[in-house]
């Protein structure tokens, strides 16, 4: 049996790691965050690797250990990717053949939520810059299969949609196509 993978993307805090150790469950599936596998990498938290390194340095461990991920990925998994990853055009490229899902949500929310949260995030810093960087990536965002709100919703909510979408009910697996409609367009 083909190991079968989603990816989650979206900006800080849409709920990546929290739909994703949901939706997992629910399938019965594996859940990864490609951030703690930097850090096991990397040997320290994201947080110290962008403030002894730097961004850049943070952007190659990402883009190789989503590399290192798909080359051994032996079993079913839902992969919540870091903030960042999907903007790299070579993550995008390694990326291509699985279904990606961004989870999105008003920047309204999504601070809320960041300031709800104890973890550190090394690129919020004050409102404004926020939303500036929210809207830069939002066009990389885009780029995904399928797009879900998760604007005010629960996360099992969230998790009934994307598998609605993505026919994982059953045993078959993701079937979206690149062709398929978008759902839940972002406002």
Avoid at 59 to 68: C, D, I, N, P, V
């Amino acid at each position: 049996m083909q190991a079968r993978a989603l990816f989650l993307i979206g900006f800080m805090a849409a709920g990546k790691s929290t739909v994703g150790r949901e939706l997992a469950h629910r399938l019965g599936w594996r859940f990864l965050d490609i951030d703690t596998l930097i850090e096991s990498g990397e040997g320290k938290s994201v947080p110290a690797i962008f403030r002894d390194h730097g961004e850049a340095h943070f952007r190659r461990a990402e883009t190789s250990a989503l590399r290192g991920l798909l080359s051994s990925l032996d079993g079913n998994a839902v992969v919540a990717l870091g903030g960042g990853a999907f903007l790299q055009d070579e993550n995008r490229q390694l990326l291509d053949r699985w279904p990606t899902v961004f989870l999105d949500a008003l920047p309204d929310e999504l601070w809320r939520r960041c300031g709800d949260d104890p973890t550190e995030r090394p690129l919020r810093k004050d409102r404004t810059q926020f939303e500036r960087l929210y809207h830069k990536r939002l066009p990389f965002y885009r780029k995904a299969m399928v797009t879900i709100d998760t604007t005010n919703r629960d996360v099992h909510s969230i998790c009934a949609e994307i598998e609605a979408t993505l026919h994982l009910a059953g045993s078959e697996g993701p079937k979206l196509s690149h062709s398929s409609s978008r759902t839940g367009e972002p406002r």
